[in-house]
């Protein structure tokens, strides 16, 4: 069971990179792999698969993080010439 759920897991972390703003993806993906390293009878092969889930899914949000940032100046300025 937990080396199927590794496996989802790590689906959905690269699935994450497919939509833009896939948050909910990433945050599934990091969910799933902790609920799979969780389970005492995963096999290394299922372990593997959810570490890597667990990082893909961490990576993608260290990315939106930094292109949030990167770009806030320019969006804060695109908002307030929407709201004249």
Do not use: C, W
């Not at 902790?34 to 990315?63: E, F, N």
């Amino acid at each position: 069971m937990s080396a199927k759920l590794a496996m989802a897991a790590l689906a959905m972390g690269l699935l994450s990179f497919v939509h833009l703003f896939g948050t909910e993806k990433a945050g599934l993906a990091v969910a799933f792999g902790l609920m799979a390293l969780r389970d005492p009878g995963i096999s290394d092969r299922g372990r593997k698969m959810a570490k890597a889930a667990i990082a893909a899914g961490l990576l993608y949000l260290a990315v939106l993080a930094g292109v949030v940032i990167y770009h806030l100046p320019g969006l804060s300025g695109l908002a307030a010439r929407l709201a004249h």
